[in-house]
């Protein structure tokens, strides 16, 4: 078993692992840049080291000063939360060479999931739907035109490194396929020094449904359902729910299998998140796998009732798994709402500063997950993510009508949030019948 535990984040996913680690009896060391030296995540750890400048880079992103931390705490793990360094496998392997554990999968299993053309063959030697595209990465233009027109337009290239959005083109036709390509590879070269393209068919106004997994090291793998993420503005999600109101029980199951086939695949070990777009006849395809814990987990903690954090704590202590399939079931539907601290009425410009308010909504079903309160300032340095409001109901109208009302409720003051963005999609009609895709915030607001 683990007994302390360096935290590589800060904000909300920070405090989010020290409450795991409190209740398992684990120890923690947070690490804070000079920006967060008063965050209440700081204050909530058994231990704290200031790792640097607010400036990422030189902070949550600087390998050699957080294994310096972690070196000097004499931690026996590190979890990485999401985002910053969680999916970044030399990082993982530097934790390993030092003899910290990784809280996160096998370094082979996240270099193989890393790169999405492997993922795809690994997909498809697991027996599962892949979307018609590339075998593997595009040689030249003619090789990506003749694939192009063999699968028909709309296609779309993807980074092989790629993942979240960044680095795609949607492309119509042949005439826009050389400049669409050439963009594609030096924006992959940019953002992740590797220019590797693939080609996929274009899904029109597909649903984003995830299956949320988690494998111990003997071999037990299970899934925890699916969330529907497809309530997002430019990759960025706004709204989850478990589970997807559009699956039956049927479906539901034949996606979860195909989930836990491909990670069994890979030899997988710890949580993973299986993407996949649903079209317009229900059918699925796989995407990529995400690596890390998610930010919008407690949707499926809250309609599942088991604590993921702790099993990942639990995982890479060397813990078996003691759950078997059978013993998770899903209950009702939870919905969960990211309050950004940006504001929807000026292009969701980010809305930095103190907080001199801070009024949390509270009762039944309601659960809020935040770093943020009364005091806290604001900084421009990190991304915006202020809180998550999830809420748990027996059924979606009742879940929908208590996410209205707590997001009434939050009062966060003076700060621009997207409480008002969230209200408007909460009350639209079609996200009420649950007949959204992922361009539906894009077409209605
Ligand atoms: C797609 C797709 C349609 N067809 N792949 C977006 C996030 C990343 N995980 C994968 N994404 C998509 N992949 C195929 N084959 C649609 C999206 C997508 C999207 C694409 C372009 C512009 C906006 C988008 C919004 C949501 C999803």
Not at 158 to 170: C, E, I, L, T
Request: include cysteine; aromatic fraction near 6%.
């Amino acid at each position: 078993m683990l007994s302390r535990i360096l935290i590589a984040n800060r904000g909300e996913i920070a405090l989010r692992i020290i409450r795991a680690c409190r209740e398992l009896g684990v120890e923690t060391v947070a690490v804070y840049s000079e920006a967060d030296r008063h965050a209440s995540y700081v204050r909530l750890a058994d231990e704290a080291v200031c790792i640097g400048p607010p400036d990422c880079n030189q902070s949550y992103l600087n390998v050699p000063r957080i294994i310096s931390a972690a070196e000097i705490t004499n931690v026996d793990a590190i979890h990485p939360g999401y985002g910053f360094l969680a999916e970044n496998t030399n990082f993982a392997e530097i934790c390993h060479d030092c003899g910290i554990t990784f809280i996160g999968p096998p370094v082979k299993a996240m270099r193989l999931l890393g790169d999405k053309v492997e993922a795809r063959k690994l997909a498809q030697k697991a027996k599962v739907p892949v979307v018609p595209g590339s075998e593997g990465v595009i040689g030249d233009e003619k090789e990506a035109m003749k694939l192009a027109n063999k699968i028909g337009y709309p296609i779309i290239i993807k980074a092989v490194a790629g993942g979240g959005g960044r680095g795609m083109r949607v492309v119509h036709n042949d005439i826009s396929l050389r400049a669409a390509l050439s963009a594609a590879r030096s924006e992959a070269e940019i953002a992740f020094g590797e220019s590797s393209v693939y080609l996929e068919k274009f899904i029109v106004e597909p649903r984003h449904v995830e299956v949320q997994v988690m494998a111990d090291n003997e071999g037990n793998a299970v899934h925890f359902y699916e969330r529907d993420c497809s309530i997002q503005r430019r990759h960025q999600k706004m709204i989850e729910e478990s589970p997807c109101p559009l699956l039956d029980e049927k479906d539901r199951d034949r996606l979860a299998d195909a989930a836990i086939r491909l990670i069994r695949e890979a030899d997988y070990v710890n949580a993973a998140t299986v993407e996949f777009l649903l079209d317009k006849d229900r059918k699925f395809y796989f995407i990529e796998v995400n690596t890390r814990i998610q930010v919008e987990h407690p949707v499926t903690e809250m309609v599942t009732g088991h604590d993921l954090v702790k099993w990942q704590i639990r995982i890479a202590g060397g813990e078996p798994m003691k759950l078997r399939q059978k013993d998770i079931k899903h209950h009702g539907v939870a919905i969960e709402c990211r309050i950004n601290a940006e504001d929807p009425a000026n292009n969701f410009a980010p809305s930095p500063g103190p907080i001199t308010e801070y009024i949390a909504p509270g009762g039944l079903g309601v659960r809020i997950d935040t770093h943020a309160h009364q005091g806290w300032t604001i900084t421009p340095h990190y991304d915006s993510l202020l809180a998550k409001i999830i809420v748990h109901q027996k059924t979606r109208p009742e879940a929908i009508a208590t996410m209205r009302r707590a997001l009434q409720e939050f009062s966060i003051q003076p700060i621009k949030t997207t409480i008002p963005a969230c209200l408007d999609i909460l009350s639209h009609n079609l996200f009420v019948k649950g007949k959204v895709d992922t361009g539906f915030v894009e077409r209605n607001f």
